[in-house]
């Protein structure tokens, strides 16, 4: 059977709602890795999650929403501090991070944590976002990267909270071109892409990480769409429109549905295939933009053909 290996945080989101005319944060299960591992599986694929969960009640209850999806945490380790907190706060529905906890504890995971056999045995390896930033599981997210056999896909899911001056930027810049490079496929937003290169557009991010030696490259734009580039050409590709309420964890959606999609069919083989796989990934973000908050409103495929039916 094929399945993904899926490494990076896990955290709980504090999301900032209103009830009764009073400001409160509403607690979510959260961490772009984790929406992306939960994505996939509720999509029908097989996912072995390998990340560290604080050992306390936050914990606790992020294994066992993990369980409870089927996401597989045989891979998972806990470690003696908090449970890393992301306070949110919205302009609309897109959201904004402060992170809170030292050590994070999503960034934990040792080199030899990695089983690199079942690396080796997976079909498609996920890696990215906030926990690359910090040791020890910047070398852990290395030594998976460099086993043979898997497709590899990558999202740098930058947080500008955590880059505080111009030689952050830079140092993160340095190293998610790293596995740019050597990727099958880089998930991005518009936003990630202005902060790494200077106010990049999608199309200027897009070609500079095709020249790095990525495979191709989709390019999320909100709800505008996603802009893709492959080897013979690139599109720019319609959002369904939808009544969104909270994007929290849509561009992770995005990324999990892709997932799926290459478990499912493998890597396309041109422009018009990765337009058919990213058409069905924003109809998935289109739905979670029409929940509440992030892993939780990750959407089966029942219920896609439901809400979209011939789009898909």
Not at 115 to 135: N, P, Q
Not at 197 to 213: H, Y
Request: hydrophobic share 50%; net charge negative; charged share 20%.
């Amino acid at each position: 059977m094929t399945y993904a290996v899926v490494l990076g945080e896990a955290l709980v989101d504090l999301l900032e709602t209103e009830r009764d005319g009073e400001l409160i944060y509403r607690q979510a299960i959260g961490g772009a890795p984790l929406n992306v591992a939960v994505g996939a599986t509720r999509l029908g694929a097989d996912v072995r999650y390998v990340g560290s969960l604080g050992n306390d009640t936050l914990g606790d209850r992020i294994a066992a929403f993990l369980r409870q999806v089927g996401v597989g945490t045989m891979s998972t380790t806990r470690v003696p501090v908090p449970t890393t907190l992301a306070v949110t706060t919205f302009e609309g529905a897109e959201p904004t991070f402060q992170f809170y906890g030292e050590p994070p504890s999503y960034s934990l995971v040792q080199p030899e944590d990695v089983d690199r056999e079942m690396v080796a045995g997976a079909s498609v390896l996920y890696a990215g976002s906030i926990a690359l930033m910090r040791e020890p599981f910047q070398s852990a997210a290395r030594a998976a990267w460099s086993v043979p056999g898997p497709l590899r896909v990558f999202d740098p899911n930058v947080r500008p909270k955590l880059l505080p001056d111009a030689a952050a930027v830079a140092a993160l810049r340095d190293l998610v071109e790293g596995y740019f490079a050597t990727a099958d496929l880089v998930k991005l937003s518009s936003a990630d892409a202005e902060v790494l290169w200077e106010g990049a557009t999608p199309a200027a991010a897009a070609e500079r990480i095709l020249k790095l030696g990525a495979r191709a490259v989709v390019v999320t734009c909100g709800s505008k769409g996603a802009f893709v580039g492959a080897a013979d050409g690139t599109a720019m590709l319609p959002a369904p429109s939808v009544a969104a309420v909270d994007a929290t964890g849509a561009g992770d959606s995005v990324m999990g549905a892709l997932v799926r999609r290459l478990l499912a069919d493998g890597l396309p083989a041109d422009l018009a295939g990765w337009q058919r796989y990213v058409t069905f990934a924003l109809a998935v973000a289109g739905l979670v933009c029409e929940r509440h908050g992030g892993a939780v409103a990750m959407p089966t495929q029942e219920e896609l053909t439901a809400r979209w039916g011939a789009l898909l």
